[in-house]
């Protein structure tokens, strides 16, 4: 069942209504984005997460914390 422009033009003005005009650059930016991540996932096509960076920046090592714990039984009480 196509949608013709009338039901097109309905569900932009409630689109419009529901997430006003400020927000809606950034749902359209989220949405396209989505659609690309499932397109490339789809066809295979990944990119290295090197090239996703902007020029000059590089990527940071991952950074290992310990953490120091105050190991109690699991009774609860400490001795």
């Known amino acids: 069942m196509p ?3 009338l ?3 309905i569900v932009l003005l409630i689109v419009l209504v529901i997430f006003g005009p400020k ?12 659609m690309r991540e499932f397109k ?5 096509n990944h990119k290295d ?3 996703e960076l902007p020029a000059g920046e ?4 991952p950074v290992q914390t310990t953490e120091k714990s105050d190991a ?8």
């Open 72 to 79: 109690t039984p699991a009774g609860g009480k400490s001795s």
């Open 23 to 34: 927000r809606l650059p950034d749902l359209g930016r989220s949405l396209g984005g989505g």
């Open 49 to 51: 997460s090197d090239e």
């Open 3 to 5: 949608f013709g422009p």
């Open 7 to 9: 039901e097109i033009g």
């Open 58 to 61: 590089k990527k940071s090592e």
């Open 40 to 44: 490339d996932s789809v066809t295979g």
